[in-house]
């Protein structure tokens, strides 16, 4: 949850079983003002864009699926930097964003996969942020761990997205046999 930068926070949720329930509410901070808004996307499952404030604390307040009201405490906010991921196939685009305090000039975005190196971008923040494509057209199909370090080589974030460039499509096909007598 890192201070005054653009934070995708996700949410999950499920009864005592881990079943998926309905749930809506909002995000908001110590005043009462709402920030975001709680709709879940699939099974339970969304996310909340939020930009906090320092000074501010945040609490999601939401009704589940028999209409009773919860109350769930968000983390305080602290300086850091956030990678986010965008895009879908073979057009993936990240965003490095860093707060005040964590600011450094350079940084590097290193891709893995299987173990080895796929890609390693060098640049430098603007405005406090650091935006560039994923060359994955000619990558594997297979999860891409992508890390970003600071100028003294520290892992500062990271992310995974699986790769999916269909390598290993194929064409079923079905053929019925028929046992006995055809009439």
Do not use: C
Not at 16 to 34: D, H, L
Not at 160 to 174: G, L, R, W
């Amino acid at each position: 949850f890192i201070l005054n930068v653009a934070n995708k926070v996700a949410f999950k949720a499920n009864d005592q079983f881990g079943n998926p329930i309905k749930v809506s509410g909002s995000i908001e901070n110590q005043n009462g003002k709402v920030v975001g808004k709680i709709n879940p996307i699939h099974d339970g499952m969304g996310f909340v864009m939020i930009t906090p404030k320092a000074g501010e604390t945040y609490t999601a307040k939401w009704i589940d699926e028999q209409k009773k009201t919860h109350t769930s405490n968000l983390p305080k906010p602290s300086e850091g930097v956030t990678l986010q991921i965008t895009g879908e196939s073979s057009k993936r685009k990240f965003e490095l964003l860093s707060s005040e305090a964590t600011r450094t000039d350079m940084a590097y975005i290193v891709g893995t996969m299987y173990g080895q190196i796929v890609f390693k971008i060098q640049n430098t923040f603007a405005n406090g942020k650091i935006e560039g494509l994923i060359p994955t057209k000619d990558l594997p199909s297979g999860i891409l761990t992508i890390t970003a370090f600071d100028h003294l080589s520290r892992p500062t974030s990271e992310r995974i997205i699986f790769i999916n460039n269909h390598e290993y499509t194929f064409s079923p096909d079905v053929e019925v046999m028929h046992w006995g007598i055809n009439k």
